[in-house]
C-alpha cells in the first residue's frame, strides 16, 4: 500500500504541475503484482504520467509492459548491456553503464543460475553455446 501512495503522489503531482514538470524516476512499477494486474496498472500509471507535465524514467524487467502501449509514441526506450567475464570466483556479470538504444537483447537469468550451478535439465527451455534458447527441439535466437 506504500508503494501505491507514493506512486499515487507522483501521479497527481504530475497532474496539477503547471509552471514546470514534475520529475519522476520509477523503477520496477507493481514489483510483487502478478503480471497481468502489473501491466494493466503499470500502463494505466505511465499514460498518465506521459500526457500530464511530467518527464521521468523507468525501469523494468517486464519486456511485455513496453509491447502495445503508449509509450511507444511518448518514450525513447534505452537499456543497459551485460557481460560475463571471468572472476576470482568464477564468472561474473558486469556492466559499463553506457545506455544503448532500444529494448534489451540479451537477457541474464538463466545464465545467471546456470553459474551458480542450478540443475535446468528439467526446464523445457535451455541456452545453447551459440547464444540461442532451445525449447524442446525448436531453436529461437536469445533476445
Excluded: C
Excluded at 501512495?5 to 514538470?21: F, I, Q
Excluded at 496498472?41 to 513496453?66: E, F, K, P, Y
Excluded at 537469468?109 to 527441439?137: N, V
Amino acid at each position: 500500500m506504500a508503494e501505491l501512495r507514493r506512486l499515487k503522489g507522483v501521479v497527481d503531482a504530475a497532474l496539477v504541475a503547471r509552471e514546470r514538470p514534475v520529475l519522476y524516476l520509477l523503477d520496477e512499477i507493481m514489483q510483487g503484482t502478478n503480471t497481468a494486474e502489473r501491466q494493466i496498472a503499470s500502463r494505466a500509471v505511465l499514460d498518465q504520467l506521459t500526457s500530464a507535465n511530467a518527464i521521468g524514467a523507468i525501469s523494468s524487467h517486464d519486456l511485455g509492459l513496453l509491447s502495445g502501449s503508449p509509450l511507444d509514441e511518448r518514450s525513447t526506450k534505452a537499456h543497459f548491456a551485460e557481460q560475463f567475464e571471468d572472476g576470482r570466483e568464477g564468472p561474473e556479470m558486469t556492466f559499463d553503464y553506457r545506455l544503448r538504444p532500444g529494448i534489451a537483447t540479451s537477457t541474464n537469468a538463466l545464465k545467471l543460475m546456470e553459474i551458480l550451478g542450478f540443475d535446468l535439465g528439467t526446464s523445457s527451455l535451455t541456452m545453447r553455446d551459440d547464444d540461442t534458447w532451445e525449447r524442446r527441439g525448436a531453436v529461437a535466437k536469445r533476445g
